[in-house]
Each structure stands twice: as C-alpha cells, then as structure tokens.
C-alpha cells in the first residue's frame, strides 16, 4: 500500500506462535498470533495463565495450568504453568 508506514522493514518477518492451553480442556489456537520474538511470547504466556487461573480457577477447582506455543513448522518453542494451592492451618 502506497503511504502506509510499518514499524518493521519489509524483509522482516514477525514469528507466529499457536499456543495450546490446558486445564481439565485443551484449547487449540489455530490462529496464532503474531509476536516480536520469545520476550513478548513469555509475557503473553504469563498474562494468559493468569487470567485463566484468574477466570477458571474458582469455576472449575483446577489448579493448574499450562500453556505450550508452537512455532509456524509445528515446533515447541516454549512451555509454561501456573499453579495455585492454599493449605488451612
């Protein structure tokens, strides 16, 4: 598109990463979603399972999650849990 500015030259590619989630369901991201490298990828991993420790926890009394991203080629590029428990005393 003639006038249009992007932040990233023309010959640069931003890495699609699927990320598969799981609790007592697995969730398939057919998708993906593009990231600036492995950086932004661990902080989207975090704040996803927080929110659904957050948003499912409570619904479901799972208590941990985890979340695995793929790269473009089907290849594990990063793995991540969240757990939560709490002991009565």
């Known amino acids: ?3 249009t500015l992007s932040p ?14 799981s609790d007592h369901v697995t969730v398939r991201d ?20 927080t929110e659904i420790l957050r948003d499912e926890g409570y619904r479901t009394e799972v208590n941990e999650f985890t979340a695995q991203a793929y790269d473009e080629a ?10 939560f428990s709490a002991t009565d005393q």
């Not at 990233?8 to 989630?21: D, K």
């Not at 993906?32 to 975090?46: E, M, N, P, Y």
């Not at 089907?74 to 757990?83: D, E, F, I, P, T």
């Open 1 to 3: 598109m003639v006038g």
């Open 8 to 21: 990233w030259p023309a010959e640069h590619h931003m890495p699609r990463y699927f990320i598969v989630t």
């Open 30 to 49: 057919d998708e993906g979603v593009q990231l600036s490298g492995r950086d932004a990828l661990r902080d989207t991993l975090r704040r996803l399972l």
């Open 74 to 83: 089907g290849k594990l590029v990063m793995s991540a849990r969240a757990n």
